[in-house]
């Protein structure tokens, strides 16, 4: 089968969908295996399941690889997409016994399958950097109110503010939401204006500081749409300009042919003139 046979059969949309069939139904498989009573009844089917969808994503990934060659290799899904595949090839026996949990990575395949996934993923690959920003900011108003707390109430209620990694944890769990009126109100029994800093920093670290990694991320994903929507415009473009340029290469062979013909016609002699009438 000659190699553009093969990139046209693995780019087809029935083959992806099948890809990502197979990918559903072996999910459901390896969720299947951890019910001990399933597993029972089942294990055989369930077990040969796995290995034909393992065999299918192996002769899968070389097609694509037969496909596309070196380009294969240059696309940070299909190197995700391979690396996934190669951990389920791991002798599941032995020291590499812990492998076999690793299985259920594949099911994160669908992730490079559908399109809007890929986006999302991009996204927020591409809001690390405002994000690690963002993180440095949230750690640096924790320390200074870990420091602050386990001075003011650190003798009051030493169960939550007794030492500093205790606050850390303790305020952690308040900007989380998790049962902080609870501590609010058990350290507002001895120290009443103690509501004051809780309100401070949850304003602060929840509804400042944590809606700033919202932010950034939909900001990520609004420029990796917009990079999407650049790069197909691009292409249709491209695609408008060779189309014009294939009319304006007709359009000149026409004229030349036309131009052609007017100069034959010109050229020709007349029938009159050819044969002359003799007289008697």
């Not at 072996?26 to 294990?43: F, I, Y």
């Not at 997409?81 to 599941?92: F, G, K, Q, R």
């Not at 952690?172 to 309100?199: C, H, K, N, S």
């Not at 042919?257 to 044969?275: F, K, N, Q």
Request: net charge negative; aromatic share 8%.
């Amino acid at each position: 089968m000659a190699r553009e046979q093969v990139r046209n059969l693995v780019e087809h949309r029935w083959f992806q969908q099948c890809v990502t069939a197979v990918i559903v139904l072996n999910a459901v498989t390896l969720g299947l295996e951890t019910s001990p009573g399933l597993l029972r009844e089942l294990g055989d089917a369930l077990h040969w399941i796995d290995r034909a969808a393992l065999i299918f994503f192996v002769v899968e990934i070389l097609l694509r690889i037969y496909a596309h060659g070196r380009r294969f290799f240059r696309d940070p899904w299909s190197i995700f997409d391979i690396t996934v595949v190669a951990i389920a090839l791991i002798p599941a026996s032995g020291p590499f016994a812990v492998v076999r949990a690793l299985r259920v990575l594949r099911v994160l395949r669908l992730i490079s399958q559908v399109s809007s996934m890929r986006r999302v993923v991009s996204g927020l690959l591409a809001a690390m950097p405002g994000m690690a920003s963002t993180g440095a900011l949230l750690a640096l108003i924790l320390y200074v109110a870990a420091v602050i707390a386990t001075k003011l109430f650190g003798e009051v209620v030493p169960a939550y503010f007794g030492d500093f990694g205790t606050t850390l944890f303790t305020l952690f769990q308040v900007m989380t939401g998790e049962a902080w009126p609870d501590i609010a109100r058990e350290l507002m029994a001895e120290v009443p204006l103690a509501w004051i800093f809780f309100v401070v920093f949850i304003l602060i670290s929840s509804f400042a500081v944590l809606n700033l990694f919202i932010a950034v991320v939909v900001s990520a994903m609004e420029a990796e749409i917009a990079a999407e929507r650049a790069v197909e415009e691009a292409e249709q473009e491209a695609a408008a300009q060779e189309r014009d340029r294939v009319l304006l290469e007709e359009v000149r062979a026409l004229r030349s042919e036309i131009a052609e013909l007017r100069r034959s016609g010109v050229a020709a002699p007349s029938h009159d003139a050819a044969d002359p009438v003799s007289t008697p």
